[in-house]
DNA sequence: AATGAATGAGGTTTCATTCAT
DNA sequence: TATGAATGAAACCTCATTCAT
C-alpha cells in the first residue's frame, strides 16, 4: 500500500483508461482491466472517479484538451489565413497519428444521444467554430474569398474536413476507408494529402 | 400468441431495435427492451437472429441497403457530375432527415476496430468510392475539372462532406454542432445548405 | 397435417428420444431436437406425453421391458443353473451392444435420488433379484453350491457383475473402463469373457 | 463482505457444490443455489472457477483425490493378498457410507459419453486396474490363485465389485437396489457384507 | 489512503411448454 | 388432430461498485 497516488500514477490511469475506453468505448470498456493495467486497485480509481462515466468524462476532457491545444498553437503560429489552414491540417494529421487514442475518444461523443449531445457539442464544437468563423470573415473582409461564401457555411465545411481527417488517422474503420480511397500507403503520403487538401479548399474559397 | 410473426412484426421489430441500436449502439442496446418495445417475446428475436450482434447485423445491413438504393437512384436520375453532385446531396439531406436511426445505424460502424473495421469498411465503401472515382475521372477526362486535382482524393473529400452531411441531419451530437456552425433554424435551410455545397464543391474542382 | 401418429412414428419417436436421453440424460436432452430428428411436431409429442420427464419414462419403461424379456427368454432357455448363469451372460453382452441406448437408460436411473430412486429400484430390481435368489436357493437346497453362501448375496454379487456387464459394452465410460482392464480388443473377445465370467462365478460358488 | 473467502468458506463451496453436483449433476445442478446455500454471491464462485463445468472439476477432483488416498491407505496397511482385498471392502465400504456426495460425483462421470469418456477414464481407472493386476500376478505368482484366471479379468471382476460396493452405500438408487437384495437392515451388516465379498473373492480366485 | 475480493443486479440466451391455426 | 412458432421463466455469467482490512 502507498500513501497517496503521484501525479504519474493518475496520469497514467488516465492513459491507460483513454486506450481502454478508445478502443471499445464506455459501455464496452471494463474498469477493473483498466485498474489491472494501470497498476492500482479498483478501489483508487473510485476514490479519484465516482463513477465509470466521470473517469470517461476525464479521459474526454483530457484527450480534448490536448487536441485543442495543438491545434490552437497551429493557428497562433501561422501568419495568414492559407498558412493557418495548412498549419491546422499538418496539426491535425500529426496529432492523430501520434495520439489515435485521444481522437477515439473525440469520436465516442459523436454516439451519444440527447441532452448529452447538446451538452458535449456546446462544449466542445462552440471555439472552434467561432475561431474559424472569425478567420474567414476577417479573410473575406480582406477580400481574399469569393463573395458568395457565408463564413459560417464554409468554417462548418472546413470543420468536417479536419474531423474526417482526424478520424482517418485515429479510428480504425475511417482509416481503412481512407486506405480505400487514397491507397494502401496512404499513412506516407501526408505532406500530399495536406497539399491537395488545401488547394482544395483554397479554390473551394476562390482565393488567389 | 400468434401462429406466426407477420411480414409487419418482423418489419416492426427491426424498426424498433434500429432504433434501439442506433441510440445505444451493440453495447447499449438490451434486447428484453427491443422485444417488449415490439410486443414480442425474447424468444422469438432469438428464433430470427441467433444472438444480438446478429439482430444488430441484420438493422445495419438494412439500413444500409436503403440509404445505398436512396443514393443509387439519386445517382440515376442525375444527367452531369453537377447534378450528380446536387442530387446526391438532396438524397442524403431527405434520407437522413426521415431515417435518422438507419443514418445512426451506420455511424456505429465507425466506432468498430481492427478487423472488423477492415471489413465493414471494405463492404461498404468500396462501391461508393468506386463510383465517386469515376465520376470524377470522367468529369476530368472531359475538360471539366481542374487538372491538378486527384480524382480519389476529391472522391475522398466529397464522401467526407457528404457523410458529415448524413450524421448532421442523423445524430445527435453531430445535428447540435451543426447548429452551432449553421444556426440552430439550420434545418429549414436544407435548401440552402446544398446549393452552399455545390457552390463549394463546384469551385474546389474548379469547374465552370 | 396428419390424421393420427402411426404405430410406426410412434415408435420412431420413442428410438429417437432414446437414443436423445440416452446421450444426454433427462436434463441434457432437448424435446425439439428430439422431435425435429422423430420428423414430428412438438406439439404431438405433448399429445402423447405430458412433459419431458413422462417421455422419458416412456422411453425407460420400453428399454427395460426388452432388457427385461430378453434376460427372461435366457433365463426360460436354460436347463440348469449353470447354463442359466451362461445364457444370462451371453444375452447381456449380445443386448448391450445393439441396444447402446436402451442401456444407457438404464444406466440414467441409477442418477436419481431420493423418492424416485425408491420407485425405480423397486419397480425394475424386484423381479430379477427374486429369481435370482429363487435359482441359487434351489441350487443350494441341491446341493450344488458351498453352505456358507446367502443367496440374497451371491445374487447380489452376481446381478452385480452383470450390471457391470451390461454398462460396460453400452457406456462409454464404463467400455473405456473395460478396454482398460482388458484391452483395446475386448469387444472381439466376447466368448473369452463369458467364459472367464462364468468359471469366476462357479469357483466363487464353490460349484463342482 | 468479508475480506477474502476463508479457508474453510471455500472448502464449504466445494461441499455445498458437491452435494448439489452429487445429487443433480452437472446439467441439474444450480449456481444460484450453491451460492446461497454456501452464504457466498455467485460472483465469488466465478472468481474461483471460471464456469460451472470448472466447478463440477473441482468437485470431482477433490472428490477422486479423497477416495483415491483412502484406498491407497488401505493397500498399505495390508500384510498380504487376502487382507488388501479385506482392507480395500472396509475402506470403500466406510468411505462410501461417509461420503455419500463424494461417491456420487464419480457415480456421474459414469454418465459422459465420447472423448470425455476416454479422457476421464484412462485418468481415472488407470491407476487402479494396474495395481489390481499386480496384486493378483503376484498372487498366481505365488501359487495362491487358480491357474486358468487371467489377471486382468479377474481384476476386472474385483473392481466391478468394488465400485458396485461403492454406489451401493453412496447413491440412492444403488442403495435401494441393495437393500432389496440384502434386506433393509444392510448399513448394518457391513462385516457381514466384507466377510462374504472376500469369501465369495477367494472361492472364486480358488484361494486356499 | 489504498487495496482488491466480494457483491448482486442485470443482461444474454435457452428450451420446456403452450395454443392459434 | 397435428403443427410449430411463440412464449417467458429461469439459468448462466459479467462487471460496476462497495467496503472490510
Not at 189 to 208: A, C, E, H, P, T
Request: include cysteine; aromatic fraction near 12%.
Amino acid at each position: 500500500m502507498q500513501r497517496k497516488l503521484t501525479e504519474e500514477q493518475q496520469k497514467h490511469i488516465i492513459d491507460v483508461a483513454t486506450k481502454e475506453f478508445g478502443e471499445k468505448g464506455l459501455d464496452g470498456a471494463n474498469i477493473n482491466i483498466i485498474a489491472k493495467q494501470s497498476d492500482v486497485s479498483v478501489g483508487v480509481i473510485y476514490k479519484y472517479y465516482s463513477n465509470k462515466e466521470e473517469l470517461f468524462s476525464a479521459c474526454l476532457s483530457k484527450s480534448l484538451s490536448h487536441l485543442g491545444e495543438t491545434l490552437q498553437e497551429a493557428v497562433s503560429d501561422a501568419v495568414d489565413f492559407e498558412t493557418t489552414m495548412s498549419y491546422l491540417i499538418s496539426a491535425a494529421i500529426a496529432f492523430s497519428k501520434n495520439h489515435k487514442n485521444e481522437i477515439r475518444m473525440y469520436h465516442w461523443i459523436t454516439t451519444v444521444s440527447d441532452e448529452k449531445a447538446k451538452e458535449y457539442a456546446t462544449e466542445i464544437e462552440a471555439t472552434s467554430s467561432k475561431l474559424y468563423k472569425e478567420l474567414i470573415s476577417k479573410a473575406k473582409s480582406d477580400g481574399l474569398v469569393h463573395g458568395d461564401m457565408d463564413p459560417g457555411v464554409f468554417a462548418f465545411f472546413f470543420d468536417n474536413l479536419l474531423m474526417m481527417l482526424h478520424f482517418s488517422y485515429g479510428c480504425d474503420y475511417y482509416n481503412q476507408r481512407f486506405r480505400i480511397y487514397m491507397g494502401e500507403d496512404v499513412e506516407e503520403k501526408d505532406d500530399y494529402v495536406r497539399k491537395q487538401l488545401v488547394s482544395f479548399l483554397k479554390r473551394g474559397l476562390d482565393m488567389r
